[in-house]
């Protein structure tokens, strides 16, 4: 296994996973009282492991339909694209 691509893979799905709304209801259901804290991790925990899932099986598919590079021109695209509009909103 590549660590180097593993940790990688790992430090930028962490940070953007982050403070996002996911982890922000995963708090939320934490705070009651009737969950216990472990049923709110698994089921989150197997929540993030299907969306996962999903994104390694999109993006795979995707791969085989699309070159690359041009898909990674597409998406820094759509970050920029992403970002310009929050500035804008924030504005």
């Known amino acids: 296994m590549d660590w180097k691509v593993f940790l990688t893979i790992f430090g930028t799905v ?3 996973e982050l403070g996002d709304k996911t982890q922000l209801a995963t708090v939320l259901f934490a705070t009651r009282e009737s969950l216990h804290p472990l049923i709110v ?3 989150a925990s197997l929540a993030l492991v299907a969306t996962s899932a999903v994104g390694v099986a999109a993006g795979n598919f995707i791969a085989d339909q699309i070159d690359t590079r ?3 021109y597409i998406a820094g695209a759509g ?3 992403i970002g310009a509009w929050t500035i804008w909103n924030a504005s």
């Open 79 to 81: 970050f920029i694209i």
């Open 41 to 43: 991790f698994a089921a």
């Open 70 to 72: 041009v898909l990674s």
């Open 14 to 16: 962490f940070l953007a």
